[in-house]
């Protein structure tokens, strides 16, 4: 069987799984499933959102894509429009009706806009009080610019900065997923048996593993949550560069300009980023055909391997008008 990709929002995803009371956290495709009868899931995730031009340029291109026929199946989203989720801040609508404008013509489209906090501000210190604060809040901001309460059922915290009182205040409030947790960087994860998402009834993997190397507090078990992890990037090795059309040398280029950018400690070795544009394009200054680069790659991967969905994680703030070059290896990848 030839295999499929879908473009999808998140919350289509995992709909038909919620009644399932828990779901662990496996590299093999649900419900028994072998991975050559399984679409590649590929879900796009935008932070932040402040800046009209730039939701209209990526919502208006969307709108003229559609995912490959295939053989006409619905369930695999066969023909279907391509939509994303936007995590936006609210603190950005109320001075700014054409933003809450094309917001709320984005969720008529069918896209899907999900909470990322009132203010975006770093809380990794916040109390389970401070966190529903600034949930409660910016889902509010949303249903006074029209998009309806019920609708808002996804999360993702600024900076990917969490705590267990985060976990805590999301599933209180009823929402249905999270995805702000890394998965990857396990030794033993090579994009080829990335994890599918699971609920974190049994807490999280990825979190796990940087509990013991880091010190970072456990999640704790939440089984009314899903999630869909931000499973890292890969980039290319020396001897794959030319494939992808790229100079060998971008993962020791990258690790230098991280390290001139004042960002971290980047092991090169793996190849593994963090699997968001801002890793990649502000503080690993990647030209725009290297991140093409590493976003084909990084599904190659999943294509080789079994096709756990592929979150790509970005900032549409990152692509405006002035910088065509991103915008066009944004589509390149899509189409």
């Known amino acids: 069987m030839k295999f499929r990709h879908s473009v999808l929002l998140m919350s289509v995803m995992i709909t038909p799984l919620l009644g399932a009371a828990t779901f662990p956290a496996s590299p093999l495709p649900p419900a028994g499933l072998a991975v050559a009868d399984v679409p590649q899931f590929v879900m796009l995730g935008f932070d932040d959102n402040p800046d009209v031009d730039a939701m ?12 490959p026929a295939g053989a006409g199946d619905a369930s695999r989203f066969d023909g279907g429009p391509l939509r994303a989720a936007f995590y936006s801040n609210g603190k950005y609508f109320p001075a700014n009706a054409e933003l809450r404008a094309v917001h709320l013509a984005a969720f008529k489209a069918g896209h899907e806009i999900a909470n990322h906090t009132e203010n ?22 949303f249903a006074r610019a029209g998009i309806p309460v019920e609708s808002i059922r996804g999360f993702r ?8 009182a985060m976990f805590v205040a999301l599933e209180a409030l009823g929402f249905a997923y999270d995805t702000t947790l890394e998965e990857g960087e396990q030794p033993d994860q090579d994009g ?29 078990s939440h089984p009314a949550l899903w999630e869909i ?14 494939r ?14 991280i390290k001139r950018t004042g960002g971290w400690d980047w092991s090169a070795e793996e190849g593994k980023i963090t699997g968001l544009d801002w890793n990649v394009l502000e503080a690993g200054l990647a030209k725009p055909e290297e991140f093409l680069a590493i976003l084909k790659h990084t599904l190659d991967l999943r294509l080789e391997g079994n096709r756990a969905p592929f979150m790509v994680g970005g900032h549409t703030a990152f692509y405006p008008s002035g910088n065509p070059a991103r915008r066009r290896a944004m589509e390149a990848f899509i189409d």
């Open 56 to 67: 209209r340029w990526f919502t208006g291109f969307l709108e003229s894509r559609r995912n």
């Open 192 to 220: 080829r048996n990335f994890l599918w998402p699971y609920t974190l009834h049994d807490g999280s993997p990825g979190n796990a593993f940087w509990a013991k190397q880091s010190g970072v507090p456990a999640v704790g």
């Open 244 to 257: 992808y059309g790229v100079k060998p040398g971008l993962r020791a280029r990258m690790r230098d300009n």
């Open 120 to 141: 975006h501000e770093h809380g990794r210190e916040f109390t389970e009080e401070q966190w529903r604060a600034e949930m409660v809040a910016c889902t509010e901001t």
């Open 157 to 164: 915290t600024p900076f990917l900065e969490h705590n267990p």
């Open 229 to 242: 992890p931000i499973h890292v990037f890969i980039v290319p090795a020396d001897a794959d560069c030319e």
